[in-house]
């Protein structure tokens, strides 16, 4: 269809005033065909492009491409590092504005506000739940757990699994070994079980089901009923090293008040009526006390260098005396050759 207006015959058939309506009236029947013909044409068919920009071919969208392969697809070739692929400015970035951009699926709504970027799941009564957001500051997960790569997953309830998806405690890392430059590791409460063994109570530290533990403020080696009161470790089957290093309190446990010159030495008929009595010395413990009571090393060597002292010192007596009874016989000697002359 062409229109075409003739200004001569117009102007030969109708007044001047009249030339405005019939301009008009060819305007409107243009717009009508123009939009008659868009609104029929599908949207499927329709193609928009300029320059390589924008496209709309079927139902894809594409920006820097003409041939778009899926929904919507951006394209560039600018340099990495320089303009972004991809921008939303000021109302999503800034508290206060209340711009945010959506993007919905069947199941899932991507909503950016203000500082975050929310991903949430859509429940089939059209409930949404917050699954994962991303601050500018920190990222948090909603989500029932949280899995990297199928080897680190952090559950609703915060256990952490390393090397695993089925965490059975706070921390459980089936295998591999845990590696600390610096620090420490502190336990409050609670008990830390190295070790497949069951979890003993009342154990704070315990290795190999507790052959090796801490309770009580005591470390214990060993499979031991009970402790003796007044002692920190037990070792149940003995302790082999190649030195040991008993650290003394002061002066007055040790035995060099043996030699002080106000020292009561038990004289030797006394002593001998003791051992006859008790069946040993005097001041060391009884065979009996030993197994009921144990061993105190500083005390033990202190008593057993006690009576090493006074063996000295009895024994410097013996020698005294015998000097002075070889001095006696010398002279009785003498006496007896004189007389044999």
Same mark, same amino acid.
Not at 192 to 208: A, E, H, I, Y
């Given at each position: 269809?062409?229109?075409?207006?003739?200004?001569?015959?117009?102007?030969?058939?109708?007044?001047?005033?009249?030339?405005?309506?019939?301009?008009?009236?060819?305007?409107?029947?243009?717009?009508?065909?123009?939009?008659?013909?868009?609104?029929?044409?599908?949207?499927?068919?329709?193609?928009?492009?300029?320059?390589?920009?924008?496209?709309?071919?079927?139902?894809?969208?594409?920006?820097?491409?003409?041939?778009?392969?899926?929904?919507?697809?951006?394209?560039?070739?600018?340099?990495?590092?320089?303009?972004?692929?991809?921008?939303?400015?000021?109302?999503?970035?800034?508290?206060?504005?209340?711009?945010?951009?959506?993007?919905?699926?069947?199941?899932?709504?991507?909503?950016?506000?203000?500082?975050?970027?929310?991903?949430?799941?859509?429940?089939? &009564?059209?409930?949404?739940?917050?699954?994962?957001?991303?601050?500018?500051?920190?990222?948090?997960?909603?989500?029932?757990?949280?899995?990297?790569?199928?080897?680190?997953?952090?559950?609703?309830?915060?256990?952490?699994?390393?090397?695993?998806?089925?965490?059975?405690?706070?921390?459980?890392?089936?295998?591999?070994?845990?590696?600390?430059?610096?620090?420490?590791?502190?336990?409050?409460?609670?008990?830390?079980?190295?070790?497949?063994?069951?979890?003993?109570?009342?154990?704070?530290?315990?290795?190999?089901?507790?052959?090796?533990?801490?309770?009580?403020?005591?470390?214990?080696?060993?499979?031991?009923?009970?402790?003796?009161?007044?002692?920190?470790?037990?070792?149940?089957?003995?302790?082999?090293?190649?030195?040991?290093?008993?650290?003394?309190?002061?002066?007055?446990?040790?035995?060099?008040?043996?030699?002080?010159?106000?020292?009561?030495?038990?004289?030797?008929?006394?002593?001998?009526?003791?051992?006859?009595?008790?069946?040993?010395?005097?001041?060391?413990?009884?065979?009996?006390?030993?197994?009921?009571?144990?061993?105190?090393?500083?005390?033990? &060597?202190?008593?057993?260098?006690?009576?090493?002292? *006074?063996?000295?010192?009895?024994?410097?007596?013996?020698?005294?005396?015998?000097?002075?009874?070889?001095? *006696?016989?010398?002279?009785?000697?003498?006496?007896?050759?004189?007389?044999?002359?």
């Amino acid at each position: 269809m062409k229109l075409v207006y003739n200004s001569s015959t117009a102007n030969s058939q109708q007044p001047t005033a009249n030339k405005k309506p019939v301009v008009f009236n060819q305007i409107k029947i243009i717009l009508f065909m123009f939009l008659f013909i868009s609104a029929t044409t599908k949207i499927s068919q329709a193609q928009i492009y300029s320059n390589g920009v924008t496209t709309i071919s079927g139902d894809n969208t594409g920006i820097g491409i003409n041939t778009p392969t899926a929904r919507m697809q951006i394209y560039s070739n600018v340099a990495s590092g320089s303009t972004p692929h991809l921008k939303f400015t000021k109302d999503m970035l800034t508290s206060g504005g209340g711009g945010s951009f959506v993007t919905k699926s069947a199941e899932w709504t991507v909503d950016g506000t203000y500082f975050e970027m929310k991903f949430l799941n859509i429940n089939s &009564d059209n409930s949404q739940i917050q699954l994962l957001g991303l601050h500018r500051d920190f990222v948090k997960v909603y989500a029932p757990s949280f899995i990297v790569n199928s080897n680190f997953k952090i559950t609703q309830d915060g256990d952490v699994g390393i090397g695993t998806l089925t965490p059975d405690a706070k921390f459980h890392m089936p295998n591999g070994q845990f590696h600390m430059n610096n620090g420490s590791i502190k336990l409050d409460y609670g008990l830390l079980n190295l070790g497949t063994g069951p979890l003993l109570s009342g154990n704070k530290l315990q290795v190999d089901g507790g052959n090796v533990k801490i309770t009580n403020g005591k470390l214990v080696v060993g499979n031991v009923p009970s402790l003796p009161a007044g002692f920190s470790i037990y070792a149940k089957d003995g302790i082999l090293t190649e030195r040991v290093k008993v650290a003394v309190a002061s002066t007055a446990d040790w035995s060099d008040f043996v030699f002080d010159k106000n020292y009561k030495l038990l004289p030797i008929a006394d002593l001998k009526t003791y051992i006859h009595t008790n069946k040993h010395l005097p001041s060391v413990p009884s065979a009996n006390e030993v197994v009921s009571n144990g061993v105190d090393l500083v005390k033990m &060597d202190a008593t057993l260098l006690q009576k090493i002292e *006074e063996l000295t010192l009895y024994t410097i007596d013996l020698y005294q005396s015998n000097e002075k009874l070889k001095a *006696e016989l010398a002279i009785l000697q003498a006496q007896i050759n004189n007389l044999k002359k």
